[in-house]
């Protein structure tokens, strides 16, 4: 497998702009994460999906973020409009769903955006 | 608040030492607790999970122990190499669901 595929793998725009970050998961894995990762805040859970579905949105931090997953294999994360403030790496990483899982949470290579 | 912290932030040690990163976790009530490794300008690799039934987890030249009930993990590298240099980071899930709370890292850089 290859992994999870994000795309793309540097965004720079303009304040205001509308900014779609998109993700592959790990083909069969039930679950798929979405981290933002800065150096003041360090790495930070916004949402996660199981089996396509939403269940904690509760790290989104506000209306401007939203995250959809149509299908097992592709979830996108969108900021209209995007502010100087977004700018991060955001992380996509998906784990599957095994009751006493021992599984870990396998990481893409993150979007670093860079909004102006 | 379930909280994660690692102690140090940074470390610079020169090569071949033994050395300990420490990841202290606020709720003792763990489902796992796991270290990642992060390379820079790349996503976070999975190096060693402990699951809260057991004490210690080894791989190679690293060792992670656990300690629920001070809330407590230690990542132990032992004969450090300069490849070793990344950012360690210290992420537990706890019951509710299969969310992870990391940790702010350890920056770690070995010198030839």
């Known amino acids: 497998d290859a992994g999870v595929i994000q795309s793309p793998r540097h965004e720079v725009t303009e304040m205001g702009q509308e900014v779609t970050l998109r993700c592959k998961p790990i083909?069969?894995?039930?679950?798929l994460f979405w981290y933002r990762q800065t150096m003041m805040r360090g790495l930070e859970l916004l949402i996660y999906f199981n089996n396509n579905v939403p269940i904690d949105d509760s790290g989104m931090p506000e209306d401007r973020f939203s995250a959809k997953m149509p299908n097992a294999s592709f979830s996108t994360l969108k900021i209209q409009p995007s502010e100087p403030r977004d700018s991060a790496v955001y992380f996509c990483a998906s784990s599957l769903d095994r009751q006493g899982s021992t599984d870990t949470q396998y990481f893409g290579p993150g979007t670093r955006l860079t909004v102006l | 608040k379930q909280e994660v912290t690692q102690i140090p932030a940074a470390l610079s040690v020169p090569e071949g030492e033994n050395l300990v990163l420490n990841c202290s976790f606020t709720?003792?009530?763990?489902?796992?607790l796991q270290w990642f490794r992060q390379d820079p300008g790349k996503g976070l690799t999975s190096l060693l999970l402990?699951?809260?039934?057991?004490r210690e987890q080894t791989s190679g030249r690293l060792n992670a122990s656990l300690d629920k009930s001070s809330g407590r993990s230690t990542l132990y590298i032992a004969a450090s190499q300069p490849g070793d240099s990344a950012t360690y980071l210290c992420?537990?899930?706890?019951?509710?669901?299969?969310?992870?709370?990391f940790g702010g890292g350890t920056r770690l850089m070995v010198k030839p």
């Open positions: 083909s069969g894995h039930d679950y």
């Open positions: 709720d003792s009530a763990i489902y796992n």
């Open positions: 402990i699951q809260s039934s057991q």
């Open positions: 992420a537990v899930r706890y019951n509710a669901g299969n969310m992870l709370t």
